[in-house]
């Protein structure tokens, strides 16, 4: 080997040594920045509220948003889980996500908003106790039961391709509302996420 | 030589010879060894207490602080330890810790690993982690989601492994690794149970492409006139079911009073990888076939020195286990296992395809350290005593600071047997038992029902 690499090699073994040292934890209200960096190719809060905003938008100028205004008492509504159809675990962020809209909702004194401990004892009366999940074919008959007129839920699917270099996941998630009794979609809007790793 | 640029010679080989004491890391192997001595006492809970220690975590339930680097594989081995015990909640926390950060190492691995590979320690670079690996960990971690009932995050796992197995088939051309039919097996009963039978059906014509999935029919049979997906062999297998009806008719169906076990048994350890150091002279013997023409030569040249000429490189230990025979009890009668995939003899053929190029690695990290020996020596002058035992010192020191790299996820199953049948409706009795671990349980399966029961004996 000729010594003339030497001197190159010494930076580039001394570079792979050091990096990485001098951790410290970080406050988010302190330093805003950290909520930009993307650090994994599930949802964060940054994916959640940009989806929530483009989406809540447009649920606030939608139809059925002024039919809801107009009723008087306001009508029940029950908000289901996210069906996810991704390789990714995003349930918590998706729960998360409904929570917003939830908020958003019970803020909004457009409808009643019936309380998701209620709505886990219904799916549990429903589906059995060996199985006590939500099954999206049955939401419906949780509606019914619970006195809901309409329900909100949402499904997110994903396409998740991996090369030598690179991971990419591109979200595609659904909000929708549902009449109970006719099961007619009253409202959706759909919503883009993309995160990769590269 | 005018004196700057002797110095900024030494320099360099001052950085050089430094740069290994900042990694600071003995191999990954000792960092296992309590570990490993714990499972093979059988003493799961001890092992995992080791592990915590290696990760300065004070318990099970904490993750490290930092898992980007190595602790990701102990994170996967404690996670393999934990669903031996059937702490099933944990070990999918970690399996999905170790998950992506695994997936960030392979996709961050770059030049300058190879750099460091290359010049002074084996275990220098990122982990790249193996097929097997890969597609083990969604495969086990499936099984996690299954044993706790849980479709949803079974479905995750099961579209994951799909990404990777794509990637490895397509990008990599490793068309036929036997752990995909495990993976595909699960990830079938995962879709049949939730009722999505195409899918399911998909997925278990690629488990019926491997041996050990002679239970599958049955539910191929039952599931696919539900579905749409036909493949040669699927069509094969229902023209095969119709000739049995013929001659046998009245078989059980899908309508009768019964529900449906899958057991999943993992036995023994694959093997782990061990350091070695051995004379160059003998390594030129043992590897003649693996190292080209030129590095033969200096290699020889070094040899022929006889000065702290050795190469560290890693091997393979034996594994364990893998020959014990599992047994399975339901209410008392045994249940026949077939194998599913012998995992052990998946890392040996992995280890056949990348031995030779880490032995060329280890010798060229031997000719590099002869050569930061030549450069201290011609900077302080070639018959200076002190530069002569400087440059030795220097070769010596990175002799021994050559890590061989042996890092590998040392608690996968050796080997993985499985059974799948029906029976009736009711509570039911469970034993497991394979390598002196054994696990009982009881289940109540309904009508139409099901429960997956599984043992990790990682002796």
Request: charged residues 25%.
């Amino acid at each position: 080997m000729k010594l003339r690499f030497l001197p190159l090699l010494s930076i580039a073994a001394l570079g792979l040594t050091t990096a990485g040292c001098g951790k410290e934890v970080v406050r988010g209200s302190n330093d805003p920045s950290i909520d930009a960096h993307a650090l994994s190719t599930g949802l964060d809060k940054d994916d959640i509220q940009r989806a929530l905003h483009e989406t809540l938008n447009n649920l606030r100028a939608a139809p059925v948003m002024n039919e809801w205004r107009s009723t008087n008492p306001p009508p029940n509504v029950a908000i289901f889980p996210f069906q996810n159809s991704t390789s990714e675990h995003i349930d918590s962020m998706l729960d998360a996500l409904l929570g917003e809209a939830e908020t958003w909702l019970v803020e909004s004194g457009t409808v009643q908003v019936i309380s998701r401990e209620r709505q886990t004892q219904m799916i549990r009366e429903v589906e059995g106790q060996q199985n006590a999940v939500f099954n999206p074919a049955h939401a419906a008959r949780y509606g019914k039961q619970l006195g809901a007129k309409y329900l909100i839920t949402g499904k997110v699917s994903g396409n998740d391709e991996r090369s030598e270099d690179m991971r990419r996941v591109q979200y595609f998630l659904f909000l929708q509302v549902i009449d109970v009794e006719t099961s007619a979609i009253r409202w959706q809007r759909k919503t883009y996420v993309t995160k990769a790793i590269k | 030589m005018n004196a700057l640029s002797k110095l900024g010679r030494l320099a360099s080989v001052a950085g050089l010879v430094l740069a290994p004491w900042l990694v600071g890391c003995g191999g990954h192997t000792a960092r296992t060894l309590e570990m490993r001595s714990a499972l093979d006492a059988g003493n799961a809970k001890g092992a995992i207490k080791a592990l915590d220690e290696e990760l300065d975590v004070k318990d099970p339930k904490d993750l490290p602080g930092d898992i980007k680097g190595d602790n990701a594989i102990l994170v996967l081995d404690r996670a393999s330890i934990q669903q031996g015990l059937s702490e099933f909640s944990l070990s999918k926390r970690d399996f999905e810790a170790a998950d992506k950060a695994i997936d960030m190492l392979d996709l961050a691995r770059n030049a300058g690993d190879s750099i460091g590979e290359y010049v002074f320690s084996g275990s220098s670079g990122r982990y790249q982690a193996p097929p097997y690996e890969k597609l083990m960990i969604n495969t086990l971690n499936m099984l996690n989601y299954l044993e706790t009932r849980d479709l949803n995050g079974a479905r995750i796992e099961a579209r994951r492994l799909s990404v990777i197995q794509k990637y490895y088939r397509d990008n990599l051309q490793n068309k036929e690794n036997p752990v995909v039919g495990l993976g595909s097996m699960l990830a079938g009963f995962t879709f049949e149970k939730s009722g999505e039978i195409d899918e399911a059906l998909r997925y278990y014509d690629e488990a019926l492409g491997f041996t050990g999935f002679g239970t599958l029919s049955e539910a191929v049979r039952r599931i696919a006139p539900l579905g749409q997906y036909r493949s040669p062999r699927i069509k094969a297998l229902l023209h095969e079911g119709e000739k049995d009806d013929k001659a046998a008719p009245g078989l059980q169906g899908a309508d009768d009073d019964t529900g449906e076990v899958l057991f999943v048994v993992g036995y023994g350890r694959v093997a782990h990888k061990i350091a070695n150091r051995i004379p160059i002279g003998l390594a030129l013997t043992y590897f003649a076939g693996s190292i080209q023409p030129h590095d033969a030569a200096a290699a020889n040249k070094l040899a022929a020195q006889g000065l702290v000429t050795w190469i560290n490189f890693p091997s393979l230990a034996p594994g364990r286990g893998k020959w014990d025979i599992p047994s399975c009890k339901l209410d008392g009668q045994y249940v026949q296992l077939e194998e599913a995939v012998d995992v052990d003899r998946q890392v040996r053929e992995e280890w056949k395809k990348i031995e030779g190029k880490i032995i060329v690695s280890a010798i060229t990290r031997l000719i590099a350290r002869a050569a930061v020996g030549q450069g201290i020596q011609t900077a302080a002058g070639r018959d200076n005593v002190i530069g002569i035992l400087a440059s030795l010192g220097a070769q010596a020191t990175l002799t021994a600071l050559d890590t061989p790299d042996t890092r590998s996820w040392e608690t996968l199953p050796a080997r993985v047997a499985v059974a799948r049948m029906r029976l009736p409706a009711g509570k039911h009795r469970i034993v497991i038992d394979a390598r002196g671990w054994q696990r009982t349980q009881d289940v109540v399966i309904e009508k139409g029902g099901w429960q997956v029961v599984s043992l990790m004996a990682l002796r």
